[in-house]
Every structure is written in structure tokens, then in C-alpha cells.
């Protein structure tokens, strides 16, 4: 009997065809003015990672760690360079936050926050949208963006299904529900340094340059803006797109799901014990520098799986930790170190806001704000575009006579979040389930991403001078 050949993944191997091309082209291909070889193939890896990366050719680990290889064997960084990069602060920064996510989600802590959200909302659409989108965002600030969207997510379908199970794409409920817990998760992820990986980059690309941003002074800035934000975009489109109401029935089976958990349990009281301590070593580092936020996300982490504590177990971690996600900052971390090394980045900035050293602070920051904006459209890697943009941003800042400190926040904000297509990996979570096609995404999304681009362009440099930063 002849044995079925294994069928081949044809997609797959046109994308890994595409990014050879593309390395093979930053080899061959006339230089630009201002940008040298090296420049040209760092800047090809990283085009080609992200290839790799949105058509999920290979695995996202292995496609990164593949790539960074190709690093020191095309000569642009020497392969002490290329680990140091991998491995740097912002890379075990995620390793120790891994933790909190991992622990909470093994709690019944989110389904309670969901519960008292309904309790709240009662059958009003509208209080469901804005608590599910600002909820989301308040527990996002403490926990990776995609597994508080998948959270929220999963209660708001239960939701649609218990209110008549409308045909994906006909509910304009289930369009603000799955178009807003995205939306809330990347907001969230902006309000904490613990929140997401573009924040970190920000506070060590302004470190090198002797600007020390706190944990506690970005909380400052991070809650009302965020905040700000999501109590906008969830009123927005509610009016945009009317939902429906949810019926009593639905409410009832809704309750049911949050319901019984009963007081919380010894091990849920140990993992808020240790998330709270990690959070007030966070702000005592305002005062006490040895605090190093990545330090002790590291021992938080090892805090959990304590015995006596035991929250998680290192079996937890290993398997439910995200490490796709993981390892592609640490990928995009030598990428980025490339890219600065080489020059590419500065490239980038110069080619795009060559100008910029004759405008006025305040255009400067509408202008990186709008950049940076547009450069997460493009290129749908939060990690990825800080990585690239903030350092050359901040010497750009320093040219221009603007604050270093404010562009890097408003770097770091919209590095993070996107609003108008479901190219980022949280929207694309939701955009799965079909509620909402790509257009009802884009229809919606242009006025909160113009109205963003202008408000954070303003708050955030408001927000850094009255808090002493230059």
C-alpha cells in the first residue's frame, strides 16, 4: 500500500521565496543616497521577518531566531552584537511579565471584573461597550495585550450567542464588542511600563541618552491618556455603529458564566498579594533606582512558583507563557540594533522628517505622532516599529528642540496601538470570529486614529513638562 505523500504548504513557501528575494535584493540592489550596505540588508531582515512573521510561514520563534542569524552571516553585526541585542533588558522584561499573565488568567480575578462590568451595565448596550472596552484596557495595563482581549472575547461571544446567536457580520453589537476589547487591550497596554514591550524600549532608549522616565511617573501619564482614550473610542463607536439590546435572557445566562465563583481562594489572594508587590517595588523604584523594573519582574516571577506560594508552577509558565511572543522581541531587539548600528533607522527618520529641525516643538510632535501612527498601519509589529523608531526619534527631538522624553511617549503609544485594520495581532484575534469585516474596521477607525494622533500629540508633552521631564 503506498503511503500518502505529506502535502505541501504551498502559501508557506511563496512567503519564504518572498523573503529571500528580499535579502537578495538588499545585496544587489544601487544604494540609496545616505544609506550603506549594511543599512540596506538590515533594513531587508527586518521586511522580511515581518513577511514571514504576518503570513505565518514558519513558526514566529523559529522564523526570528532564523533571521537573526542572518545578522552576523551577512556581516551586519558581529555575533556578540546580535546576542547582546536579543538578550536585553526589554526580552527578560517579558520573560518576568509572562508570569503575571499566566497567573491571573489561571484565576477566576477577570471573570469577576466581567461579572461586576455586567452587573454595572445591566441590559444597557451602550455601558456594556464602554465597561468591556475600558475594562479590558484597566486589566491590559497589568496583563499581555492578547490574552486579556482572548478573556474579554470569549464572554463577550457567550454574550452574542445568548442574545439570539445573530449571524456574524449582522450584529452591531457583537461589531462594537469585538472591534472594542481590542481596542481597550492596546490602550491598556500603553497605561503601565508593565503593559507592553513598546514602553520599555522608550524608557531605555531615554536612559541612554541620561533621561530616567519612572514607573510611577509613567502611570501618571499612562492612566489618564489611556483611560482618555478608551472611554472615547467605546462612546464612539457605539455611536457609529447603534448596537443592539441585549436581551434578559442573554443577561441571565451571561450572569451565570461570572457567577459562583464564590470568595477567592487562598492562591488567588497570594497571586494579588505578589502582582501587588511587584507594582509597589514598580513605583518604589521612583525613589529607590535598585528596583529595576525588569529585576523585579524576574523575582516576581520566581515569587509564584515559590513553595508555599506556589500560584503557578513552572510547568504553567513553560506552557501557557507565550514565547512565540517572547522571543519575537527579543528578535526585533537585534533588529533594531542593526538598524541603529548601521544607520538604517536614522534613514528612516531623516527621509521621512528631514525637515523637522525648523518646525516648532508642537509640529514636531503632531508630525511623529501621525508617523508613527501610519508606520504601525504598515507595519502591524508593536515591537517592531519602537524598536525601530524611538532611539533615532529621540536624537531627532534633540535637533529639533523638542522634548526627547514626549516624543518617545507618543513613539511608544502608537507603537502599541492601531485602530483602523486588523493587522496587529489583538484585533486579528477578534476579527476571526467574523463579526466584522475589514472595511467596518476602517469606517469606524479614522476618526479615533486622526482624533489619537492630535490629542496625544498635545497630552503627552503636556503630561512630561508638568512632570519636570525635558
Not at 502599541?416 to 467574523?434: E, R
Request: neutral net charge.
Amino acid at each position: 500500500m503506498l503511503k500518502e505523500k505529506p502535502k505541501t504548504n504551498t502559501k508557506a513557501l511563496i512567503m519564504i521565496a518572498i523573503a529571500i528575494v528580499i535579502l537578495v535584493l538588499s545585496r544587489v540592489l544601487p544604494l540609496p543616497e545616505g544609506l550603506s550596505r549594511e543599512g540596506l540588508t538590515a533594513l531587508a531582515i527586518m521586511i522580511a521577518a515581518l513577511v514571514l512573521w504576518i503570513s505565518e510561514a514558519m513558526n514566529m520563534a523559529v522564523t526570528t531566531i532564523l533571521l537573526c542569524c542572518m545578522l552576523p552571516f551577512l556581516g551586519v553585526l558581529t555575533p556578540a552584537a546580535m546576542f547582546k541585542g536579543f538578550g536585553g533588558s526589554v526580552f527578560f522584561f517579558m520573560v518576568g511579565t509572562m508570569s503575571i499573565t499566566t497567573a491571573l488568567a489561571s484565576t477566576t480575578i477577570p471573570t469577576r471584573m466581567a461579572g461586576a462590568i455586567l452587573s454595572w451595565s445591566k441590559n444597557n448596550p451602550v455601558k456594556l461597550v464602554l465597561g468591556f472596552t475600558v475594562g479590558t484596557a484597566v486589566l491590559s495595563s497589568i496583563m499581555s495585550n492578547i490574552p486579556t482581549c482572548a478573556l474579554f472575547a470569549s464572554l463577550g461571544i457567550a454574550i452574542m450567542k445568548a442574545n439570539g446567536d445573530p449571524k456574524p457580520g449582522t450584529s452591531n453589537l457583537g461589531k462594537c464588542l469585538m472591534i472594542g476589547i481590542p481596542a481597550g487591550s492596546v490602550i491598556g497596554g500603553f497605561m503601565t511600563p508593565a503593559g507592553g514591550p513598546t514602553n520599555i524600549v522608550a524608557i531605555n532608549a531615554l536612559e541612554a541618552v541620561g533621561i530616567r522616565v519612572t514607573f510611577l511617573d509613567w502611570m501618571i501619564m499612562g492612566y489618564p491618556i489611556g483611560l482618555i482614550c478608551a472611554i472615547l473610542f467605546a462612546l464612539w463607536i457605539c455611536l457609529f455603529y447603534k448596537p443592539e439590546k441585549i436581551s434578559d435572557e442573554a443577561l441571565g445566562i451571561a450572569h451565570e458564566m461570572v457567577s459562583g465563583s464564590g470568595p477567592l481562594t487562598s492562591r488567588e489572594i497570594k497571586c494579588m498579594v505578589v502582582i501587588i508587590l511587584m507594582f509597589v517595588t514598580w513605583i518604589a523604584s521612583t525613589w529607590i533606582p535598585i528596583f529595576n523594573t525588569t529585576v523585579v519582574a524576574l523575582f516576581g516571577t520566581c515569587l509564584f512558583m515559590c513553595p508555599g506560594i506556589e500560584v503557578i508552577t513552572w510547568q504553567d509558565y513553560v506552557e501557557k507563557g507565550g514565547w512565540d511572543g517572547t522571543f519575537l522581541v527579543g528578535g526585533v531587539g537585534a533588529m533594531a540594533e542593526a538598524a541603529l548600528s548601521t544607520g538604517a533607522a536614522s534613514w528612516i527618520i531623516s527621509s521621512t522628517l528631514g525637515g523637522a529641525a525648523g518646525w516648532s516643538p508642537a509640529v514636531v510632535c503632531l508630525a511623529v505622532s501621525a508617523l508613527i501612527c501610519v508606520l504601525h498601519w504598515l507595519c502591524p509589529s508593536g515591537p517592531a516599529v519602537a524598536g525601530l523608531a524611538v532611539a533615532p526619534i529621540i536624537i531627532l527631538a534633540q535637533s529639533a528642540g523638542a522634548s526627547p522624553t514626549a516624543l518617545a511617549v507618543i513613539t511608544a503609544f502608537w507603537s502599541g496601538v492601531t485602530f483602523l485594520l486588523p493587522t496587529d495581532a489583538v484585533p486579528m484575534f477578534t476579527y476571526g470570529f467574523h463579526y466584522y469585516s475589514i472595511m467596518d474596521m476602517v469606517k469606524e477607525g479614522w476618526v479615533p486614529s486622526i482624533v489619537f494622533v492630535v490629542f496625544t500629540a498635545f497630552a503627552i508633552p503636556f503630561m512630561t513638562g508638568i512632570l519636570g521631564y525635558a
